[in-house]
């Protein structure tokens, strides 16, 4: 499979108008593209970016009437923000706590400065130092400064009862390598990593065994999503886990990028999605995320489906 890194991140809300406001406001992302669950249309999916909605840096969010999650095995821990430099850190820092967001101290871990924080309904987030490298797009109209904002996504942290067949689907399926192993709290951390590597293309990985399972819900993760760069790539992609005979859902096109989904052995979902054609298919980059959007085969049924969303 041609890998190249973290495409996206999807996690749950009950509260989408607290959520716009958090993930704007506070962490001062772009939302680029408001639009619903293409499969439970009463539901938004919103997505959180930088300023040109970049695939790598989209955190996006299913509302659904939830309650929490219950934390556990089995599920997607924490979800790596990138910021560039120590400074940005400590900028972070102080804005938490004028604005009394939960968060931890900056530590140092995988040899990378770190930042825990959790949201309003403990989605558990870290902005990681990346050390500045790669391309940056700055949102001109976020709260948060320039050289402060986010960069994108990862590393990406998951939590297994068992690590061997989560390791034999990452490498001998999907072709990451197996990168090193780092101790966190007591816990070994075994990293794998795609594409160029750095903290954007890298999965972190724990064993857990003696936690219960997780269960899904409010602060919890949906699935993650890996980047593959075009049409070609991704039926390649398709091809494999036909041929490996790995259950999945094969080719699904969901307008701003085509996907495909499929369960690792210990239950966490995974996404496949291209590069393209990104989120100004159906609106201008300037105004991304100002209306509500629609795939076409939705768009005859706007007028209903507008009428059962709440206000953000």
């Known amino acids: 499979m041609h890998l190249t890194g973290i495409h996206h991140l999807t996690a749950v809300t009950a509260n989408a108008a607290e959520n716009h406001a958090f993930y704007t406001r506070t962490l001062g992302m772009r939302l680029v593209k408001k639009t619903v669950n293409q499969d439970d249309v009463s539901a938004y999916h919103l997505f959180y970016a930088d300023a040109l909605g970049s695939p790598g840096t989209d955190l996006t969010f299913f509302d659904w009437p939830v309650g929490r999650e219950r934390r556990g095995a089995g599920s997607i821990v924490r979800t790596g923000l990138r910021v560039a430099g120590e400074d940005a850190l400590h900028g972070w820092k102080q804005r938490f706590e004028d604005a009394g967001v939960a968060h931890g101290a900056i ?27 790669g391309e940056a797009h700055p949102w001109p109209k ?12 990862g590393p990406i942290t998951l939590s297994v009862p068992d690590l061997a067949p989560t390791a034999r689907i990452l490498t001998e399926v999907m072709g990451l390598r197996r990168a090193r192993d780092f101790s966190d709290g007591g816990r070994t951390v075994h990293v794998y990593d795609m594409g160029e590597g750095g903290p954007a293309a890298e999965l972190h990985v724990k064993a857990e065994p003696d936690l219960p399972r997780a269960q899904p819900g409010a602060g919890g993760v949906h699935h993650v999503a890996f980047r593959t760069p075009n049409d070609d790539t991704y039926r390649a992609c398709a091809e494999r886990l036909r041929a490996l005979r790995v259950p999945s859902s094969g080719p699904v096109d969901r307008f701003y990028f085509k996907s495909i989904y499929f369960r690792e052995p210990n239950g966490i979902l995974f996404e496949i999605a291209t590069d393209g054609p990104g989120f100004s298919a159906d609106e201008p980059l300037e105004t991304l995320g100002a209306r509500l959007s629609l795939p076409p085969f939705l768009e005859p049924r706007r007028a209903g489906i507008e009428a059962n969303l709440k206000a953000l």
């Open 107 to 133: 530590v140092e871990r995988d040899g990378r400065k770190t930042l825990d924080v959790e949201d309003f309904e403990g989605q558990r987030l870290s902005l990681v130092d990346d050390g500045g490298a």
């Open 142 to 153: 976020s709260p948060v400064p320039p050289e402060h904002q986010i960069r994108g996504l």
